[in-house]
């Protein structure tokens, strides 16, 4: 798309990437995280991402460009609360320990089990 600038001259301006395959994956593993933290970031994301070629078809480069930035940042943190959610039950894993853990959510079952 050819665009011109403040001073007059036209240049040749190419469309940003729309990061739409990050903002998939980021979705994807925001509804397999802890609580689905990232699955709303993720679904904005997408949005974000298919709104890139439209704005700058219709000549609104700049919009296209920060759709694509705000697409790629939200993925990003998406996928960093999938991988903090991770780290979060390693530790909890590590340090309370598996079988306690089982233990207690046996416990909970029974609970409601004999509560209905």
């Known amino acids: 798309m050819e665009v011109t600038n403040t001073s007059g ?14 903002a998939i994956i980021a ?3 925001g509804l ?8 709303i970031l993720g679904i904005i994301a997408i949005v974000m991402s298919s709104q890139v070629k ?10 296209a460009l ?6 790629k940042l939200l993925s990003l943190i998406a ?7 991770i780290a979060v ?5 590590m340090t ?10 046996k416990e909970i079952l029974e609970q409601a089990q004999a509560g209905n």
């Open 32 to 39: 397999c995280s802890f609580y689905c933290t990232g699955l």
């Open 27 to 29: 979705t994807v593993l």
């Open 79 to 85: 996928i960093g609360l999938f991988v903090l959610g």
């Open 66 to 71: 920060k759709s694509a930035k705000t697409s």
């Open 96 to 105: 309370y320990g598996l079988d306690n853990i089982i233990e207690e959510y």
């Open 54 to 63: 439209s704005k700058f078809e219709n000549g609104d480069v700049e919009g």
């Open 89 to 93: 039950s390693a530790y909890s894993i």
């Open 9 to 22: 001259f036209s240049q040749e301006v190419e469309m940003p990437k729309n990061n739409m395959t990050l």
